[in-house]
């Protein structure tokens, strides 16, 4: 809720959440999580009737978004770490702590190239930090 407490929600047939209680005009931080996947928190502001709210979530090491894990996202990982503009951090300077998350596979709190190899090596075949994060 607004002040911090957990609210319970429902899972509808289709998938939707369903929270009930709410106050009308209270922001609310809503997290999402899934196996293998980043979770994500955003705001949603409750309404006096339905409120929709999309949350995208991404694969661990999914850094472009297109649903594979390749060179392509090692890449942008290399970008960042350098320095260089990349989706992780953009010509503005500003990172994208949500895709900092995404790319931190190894999840140590330290982006880096250690990171980047760990996406290639998955992307070649060869053991790599992913045979733990997705093993059944």
Same mark, same amino acid.
Not at 28 to 33: G, K, L, N, Q, R
Not at 89 to 100: C, F, H, K, P, T
């Given at each position: 809720s607004g002040n $911090?407490? !957990? /609210?319970?929600s429902m899972t509808a047939v289709d998938g939707n959440y369903i929270f009930v209680g709410l106050t009308s005009g209270t922001e609310?931080?809503?997290?999402? *999580?899934m196996p293998g996947c980043a979770p994500r928190s955003v705001a949603v502001k409750a309404g006096s009737s339905t409120v929709t709210q999309n949350i995208r979530m991404l694969r661990?090491?999914?850094? %472009?978004?297109?649903? !594979?894990?390749?060179?392509?996202?090692?890449?942008?990982i290399m970008r960042y770490d350098a320095g260089m503009? *990349?989706? /992780?951090? $953009?010509?503005? $300077?500003?990172?994208?702590?949500? !895709?900092?998350?995404v790319a931190n596979v190894?999840? %140590?709190?330290?982006?880096?190239?250690?990171?980047?190899?760990?996406?290639?090596?998955?992307?070649?075949? !060869?053991? *790599?930090?992913f045979d733990r994060l997705y093993q059944a």
């Open positions: $911090g407490d !957990l /609210i319970a609310y931080t809503v997290t999402a *999580s661990y090491g999914d850094v %472009n978004g297109d649903t !594979l894990i390749d060179a392509k996202d090692a890449t942008q503009v *990349s989706v /992780i951090r $953009g010509s503005d $300077g500003v990172a994208d702590e949500y !895709l900092i998350s190894l999840m %140590n709190g330290e982006l880096s190239a250690r990171d980047a190899t760990q996406i290639l090596r998955y992307d070649a075949g !060869l053991p *790599s930090y």
